[in-house]
């Protein structure tokens, strides 16, 4: 096959009308087939069967997306009993699928553009509405995202790939069927390692692999709006045909930390890549994770799907629970029923949707508009190719951008830091830029600025569960107290009630803060001598226990002297010159 532009079929009364915009300038050729939808009932329930993953065995190729509701009651949690001397324990088998939406800015099959929160219905092409004699006509961008995420995961990218039609009926999916990747994905094979944080103080970071069974490209559905208030269901197709790369990942994963930690090594990859912008709050990233248990050395429990979750913290707590939840159940002789749950945010908990001891039936069959995706690499390019008409993989492979991973080990060598320490700076949204803004204006040493930006600053955002971007106190701000500091200008207690004062959004610097309040450190060695001798003289006692060698004497003194100069003392000058006094 080969690729052509999109507005080629302008003239076809059987192609979209619309005009693309660069994203699918240049698409894949589809036959000139009408096909026709016969006219249906539109159910608004949905039953949803899927695929669920077995460590070592093979796993559903596609997730599975027909979509009903169901009202069951929660089912409460109940503390399970540690085991027995002699009993076995449990093991957690976690495997997921992801959902990422491709940055594009049309979508997968069409022109229409792609927009959050756009007016409901403003962005329907005709083909994304089902209208008959429509075609799909391939987007480029999305083919370059899928390849591009499956070189950065270490997948094997299958030079032909085919798309397929997965059956199934639901309102805000038109054409009752959506185009995927059922038998011959783009990608397959590959890896993604990520780190826990581990030992008693969550100090050490220990890497961890799991394999990614496929790549694939499909189509979103619409969504749905249901009104219960007025008993009816409205339907916005703004979303109908956005496309996706679904991220299969192999069931090696044990517990809901590890899924997460997963999640978020891919989110920040995507983001890195910019093939997703991945943001789960719109979205643009979503889960379903495939959770069973059993004794090691027995066969592997019956699995439960926990769909569309949308927040990491979310997919923790979920996949946590839901593994207690097994837990429990099979203690207390009950038994584990193959279903799909969703997961309560309020309540924390997993609720059951519906079984899925019979298997849905999608009819897969390859989609009679899309001939096969061919791609190629240096060794197989045609000569006199268009590289407007064709997708070259090694050239997207040197277009690769640098890596979280790779990122990680630069701050550790050009800094110095700790490696979780750089974990954290990647893993906070925004974190990393606030603190290489820091350093490009302060004359403060890396590891200084390291730990004010990783405790202070971000345990301040913590507490008031703020985001980077929402901080009152600016990179420059924060590069002024540290110069501050670093210049012996004020003490360190004296910086804290800075960065204090700078939290309050007076729009004041850490210079003005320092001459109202009076904390600059006291600069005159004679003055502070003085004091120094003073103090000695009141407190005999303590003077002799320093002379005895008691360590803590020495720190009270220091205590007594900063005191008496409101903490604008340096501690370091004071201990000198109580040292040369006592020596005398």
């Known amino acids: 096959m080969h690729f052509r532009n999109y507005a080629s079929q302008g003239a076809s009364r059987h192609s979209e009308a619309e005009s693309p915009d660069q994203d699918s300038g240049v698409t894949m050729a589809a036959p000139m087939l009408r096909w026709g939808c016969r006219g249906r009932r539109w159910a608004f329930a949905r039953v949803d069967g899927g695929s669920c993953h077995r460590r070592g065995a093979p796993t559903g190729s596609t997730s599975n997306r027909i979509r009903g509701q169901s009202s069951v009651a929660q089912q409460p949690l109940h503390t399970a009993q540690k085991p027995r001397k002699g009993e076995h324990k449990w093991a957690a088998v976690v495997g997921l699928e992801i959902h990422a939406q491709i940055s594009s800015n049309s979508k997968l099959f069409s022109g229409s553009q792609v927009r959050f929160s756009a007016p409901p219905n403003s962005l329907v092409s005709f083909f994304d509405a089902s209208l008959p004699g429509t075609l799909p006509v391939l987007n480029r961008r999305c083919v370059e995202a899928a390849v591009m995420t499956g070189l950065a995961l270490n997948c094997h990218i299958n030079k032909k790939s085919l798309f397929?039609?997965?059956?199934?009926?639901?309102?805000?999916?038109?054409?009752?069927?959506?185009?995927?990747?059922?038998?011959?994905?783009?990608?397959?094979?590959?890896?993604?390692?990520?780190?826990?944080?581990?030992?008693?103080?969550?100090?050490?970071?220990?890497?961890?692999?799991?394999?990614?069974?496929?790549?694939?490209?499909?189509?979103?559905?619409?969504?749905?709006?249901?009104?219960?208030?007025?008993?009816?269901?409205?339907?916005?197709?703004?979303?109908?045909?956005?496309?996706?790369?679904?991220?299969?990942?192999?069931?090696?994963?044990?517990?809901?930390?590890?899924?997460?930690?997963?999640?978020?090594?891919?989110?920040?990859?995507?983001?890195?890549?910019?093939?997703?912008?991945?943001?789960?709050?719109?979205?643009?990233?979503?889960?379903?994770?495939?959770?069973?248990?059993?004794?090691?050395?027995?066969?592997?429990?019956?699995?439960?799907?926990?769909?569309?979750?949308?927040?990491?913290?979310?997919?923790?707590?979920?996949?946590?629970?839901e593994i207690q939840r097994q837990i429990n159940e099979l203690e207390n002789g009950g038994e584990i029923l193959n279903e799909t749950r969703s997961f309560h945010q309020k309540l924390g908990c997993t609720m059951s949707m519906r079984d899925k001891e019979g298997k849905q039936d999608y009819r897969f069959m390859p989609e009679p508009n899309l001939p096969p995706l061919v791609l190629y690499d240096a060794t197989s390019l045609p000569a006199g190719a268009d590289p407007q008409q064709v997708i070259n993989i090694d050239q997207i492979r040197e277009t690769l951008p640098e890596l979280p991973s790779v990122t990680r080990e630069k701050l550790v060598q050009q800094y110095g830091m700790l490696l979780e320490h750089s974990f954290t700076l990647l893993n906070e949204v925004g974190l990393l830029e606030f603190f290489q803004n820091v350093i490009k204006e302060t004359r403060a040493e890396p590891k200084k600025v390291t730990s004010w930006v990783l405790n202070t600053f971000l345990g301040y955002l913590k507490q008031q569960n703020l985001a980077v971007s929402e901080s009152p106190v600016t990179p420059s701000a924060l590069a002024e107290l540290l110069d501050l500091l670093d210049s012996r200008t004020i003490s360190s207690s004296a910086a804290k009630q800075v960065f204090k004062e700078l939290w309050k959004r007076e729009g004041k610097t850490p210079g003005q803060i320092v001459s109202e309040k009076q904390l600059e450190l006291m600069q005159d060695q004679g003055a502070l001598e003085q004091l120094c001798h003073s103090v000695m003289e009141a407190h005999p006692q303590v003077?002799?226990?320093?002379?005895?060698?008691?360590?803590?004497?020495?720190?009270?003194?220091?205590?007594?002297?900063?005191?008496?100069?409101?903490?604008?003392?340096?501690p370091v000058m004071i201990k000198e010159i109580l040292e040369k006094k006592m020596s005398l």
């Open 543 to 570: 003077v002799m226990d320093v002379k005895k060698g008691n360590p803590r004497a020495v720190n009270k003194l220091i205590g007594l002297v900063r005191k008496a100069t409101q903490s604008r003392a340096d």
């Open 164 to 321: 397929d039609r997965k059956h199934y009926f639901y309102a805000d999916l038109p054409a009752g069927y959506q185009i995927t990747q059922q038998r011959l994905p783009i990608a397959v094979n590959g890896s993604l390692i990520y780190g826990v944080c581990a030992g008693k103080k969550q100090s050490q970071v220990i890497p961890k692999m799991v394999r990614i069974k496929q790549i694939q490209l499909e189509q979103d559905s619409g969504k749905s709006l249901h009104d219960d208030l007025r008993s009816q269901t409205l339907i916005d197709l703004n979303r109908a045909g956005v496309g996706l790369l679904e991220v299969v990942l192999e069931p090696d994963m044990s517990c809901g930390e590890e899924a997460a930690t997963a999640v978020r090594e891919l989110q920040l990859i995507l983001q890195a890549l910019g093939t997703s912008q991945a943001n789960m709050a719109e979205g643009q990233l979503r889960v379903d994770a495939n959770i069973s248990v059993h004794h090691p050395g027995e066969p592997l429990g019956v699995r439960t799907e926990v769909k569309n979750l949308n927040s990491i913290r979310f997919l923790a707590k979920a996949i946590d629970y």
